[in-house]
């Protein structure tokens, strides 16, 4: 069974420029999370979906960040216009309703120059 | 929560020993703890777990340890390996309604097994 799948891996963009980030969670999990890494530190949260709805957005940066969830399995998250402290890594999970353990997807490397 | 500073904590161990990673948690109300490693360039990736009505779990050469009247968190790993070197986060998990988790991670640490 696959992962969760994140693409891309890398992307570079210069600062002021729109990104996009996609993620497809393991077939059947409820629940999708969206995380940022920052170099040296543990993920946190962005924004946690149940099916197509978001429970929990009270972290995502409303102004720029922007999530959707259409039809409750793929996802993308999409900044506009990135700046340069967006730089981190972008996490992707999802978990089964009721479980306590999430899975994670690769991440995607967001460079902003 | 907001993660503070830009170092990790860090543990060198020499191969075939036993490693102990710990963890101080904030959240008295989380219904399960979790601790994942994350390798260079990887996702986190699930350990172990152990719900907060117990206190000892173990697993294959990982036993995590949960001291709730210090709000602690363990991880013991047993002869560490090469392949165990990573970071290690551990994190809480609550049910914050109808089966949905809220998922929150520690400070990490930075395990490097020394051959």
């Known amino acids: 069974e696959a992962g969760v799948v994140q693409s891309p891996r890398y992307k570079i963009i210069e600062k002021k420029q729109p990104v996009a980030f996609w993620c497809n969670p393991i077939?059947?999990?409820?629940?999708l999370y969206w995380y940022r890494q920052n170099l040296g530190q543990g993920p946190e949260l962005l924004i946690r979906?149940?099916?197509?709805?978001?429970?929990?957005d009270s972290q995502l940066p409303k102004d720029r960040f922007s999530a959707e969830r259409l039809k409750g399995v793929d996802s993308t998250l999409k900044i506009q216009p990135a700046e340069l402290g967006d730089s981190a890594v972008y996490l992707c999970?999802?978990?089964?309703?009721?479980?306590?353990?999430?899975?994670f997807g690769q991440g995607t490397r967001l460079t902003v120059v | 929560g907001e993660s503070v500073g830009l170092h990790l904590p860090t543990l060198s161990v020499q191969e075939g020993d036993n490693s102990i990673i710990n963890c101080a948690y904030s959240?008295?109300?989380?219904?399960?703890f979790i601790w994942y490693k994350q390798e260079s360039g990887k996702g986190p990736q699930f350990i172990i777990d152990?719900?907060?009505?117990?206190d000892k779990r173990q697993g294959q050469r990982v036993t995590v340890l949960l001291n709730k009247t210090v709000k602690h968190l363990s991880l013991q790993i047993a002869a560490t390996q090469p392949g165990d070197s990573a970071v290690y986060f551990c994190?809480?998990?609550?049910?914050?309604?109808?089966?949905?988790?809220?998922?929150?991670f520690g400070k990490g640490t930075k395990l490097s097994v020394i051959p």
């Open positions: 152990i719900r907060s009505n117990m």
């Open positions: 077939s059947g999990h409820n629940t």
């Open positions: 999970a999802s978990s089964l309703k009721g479980s306590a353990e999430a899975f």
């Open positions: 979906y149940e099916n197509e709805e978001a429970v929990d």
């Open positions: 994190a809480e998990n609550w049910d914050s309604g109808a089966g949905s988790y809220q998922l929150t």
């Open positions: 959240n008295s109300a989380s219904d399960y």
